[in-house]
Nanobody, 116 residues
C-alpha cells in the first residue's frame, strides 16, 4: 500500500537545474520526516537533504546553497530543487520517508545525470 514515486529526473548540462518530486501514498505523510538520498557511481549512498515533519531542513555540505528541499503536505509531496548542477551530482536519487520507530520507506530511485 505504501508508495513513494519519484519524478523529474533526467539529463542536464552543468549549471542547469532540475526539480525532483516524490509523491507519497499509503502513509500519514504529515508526521513523517522526508529525505532525498543519492548514490553515485562507485560511491556510498548519502543523505542529500532532509526535511522533518515540522519543516526543519538539513543538507549535506556539498549541496548547500544549491539545493532546496521542501514539502507540500496538501499534496503529500516532497521536492528537491537542484540548481547549479555539477557533474558530481550525477547519481540515482531516492526518496525516503522515515518515522521515529525505525520505519523506512523508499522510492524506486530516479536517475539524474549532469553532463555536457
Amino acid at each position: 500500500q505504501v508508495q513513494l514515486v519519484e519524478s523529474g529526473g533526467g539529463l542536464v548540462q552543468p549549471g542547469g537545474s532540475l526539480r525532483l518530486s516524490c509523491a507519497a501514498s499509503g502513509i500519514g505523510f504529515r508526521i513523517y520526516d522526508m529525505g532525498w538520498y543519492r548514490q553515485g557511481p562507485g560511491k556510498q549512498r548519502e543523505l542529500v537533504a532532509g526535511i522533518t515533519s515540522g519543516g526543519r531542513t538539513n543538507y549535506v555540505d556539498s549541496v548547500k546553497g544549491r539545493f532546496t528541499i521542501s514539502r507540500d503536505n496538501a499534496k503529500n509531496t516532497v521536492y528537491l530543487q537542484m540548481n547549479s548542477l555539477k557533474p558530481e551530482d550525477t547519481a540515482v536519487y531516492y526518496c525516503n520517508a522515515n518515522l521515529l520507530t525505525g520505519l523506512d520507506y523508499w522510492g524506486q530511485g530516479i536517475q539524474v545525470t549532469v553532463s555536457s
